[in-house]
């Protein structure tokens, strides 16, 4: 299958989650690139005036992943205004992660992903898959829980 992994990134924990995603999915025989969404004039927080520079193309993918970390309690502005411009996730499937800092539960995270999740059916998606990377403790033991279950998903 030809996936992309869309994500956001800003301090490289979002970016580096992708990074072993493409690995494992290669493995698996998937054709898998990386693209970045960026915002014209950097990367930095924050909610208004947000464009994207160059937004990644989305219909030469059968599966996406789309990636992105929580800011302010939500969904990073520059995520939900790429996802809010595609035009069509028709018949794809889609699955969603974000990665965040704070350990304690209503910090974001499910808010997150149902904000992406929201944006990505509107759009006719079919989200196959969600998960939450809170980047604290062992972190590698839970990427590699994320890239098993999202590489099942991708071999359906
Ligand atoms: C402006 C800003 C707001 C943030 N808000 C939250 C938050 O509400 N909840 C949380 O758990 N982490 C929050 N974080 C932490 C990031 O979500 C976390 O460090 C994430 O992994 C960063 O991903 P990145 O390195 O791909 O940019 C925030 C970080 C920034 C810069």
Redesign the pocket.
């Known amino acids: 299958m030809k996936i992309g992994i869309i994500?956001?990134?800003?301090?490289?924990?979002?970016?580096?989650?992708a990074v072993k995603l493409q690995k494992k999915l290669q493995k698996d025989g998937n054709e898998v690139n990386i693209k970045t969404v960026d915002m014209v004039g950097g990367?930095?927080?924050q909610s208004e005036d947000i464009q994207i520079e160059n937004p990644p193309d989305v219909t030469v993918y059968d599966g996406l992943i789309f990636?992105?970390?929580?800011?302010?309690?939500?969904l990073?502005p520059a995520m939900k205004i790429y996802l809010e411009q595609i035009p069509s996730l028709h018949d794809k499937k889609v699955a969603l992660y974000?990665?965040?800092?704070?350990?304690?539960k209503f910090?974001?995270?499910t808010r997150?992903i149902g904000q992406m999740e929201k944006i990505c059916q509107s759009k006719g998606g079919n989200i196959m898959g969600t998960d939450i990377?809170?980047?604290r403790g062992d972190i590698d033991k839970k990427i590699n829980e994320l890239t098993q279950k999202f590489s099942l998903i991708f071999e359906l």
């Open positions: 994500v956001h990134s800003q301090t490289n924990n979002t970016y580096s989650v990367n930095k927080p990636g992105s970390p929580v800011h302010a309690f939500s990073a974000v990665t965040k800092a704070l350990p304690l910090t974001g995270g997150a990377v809170v980047w």
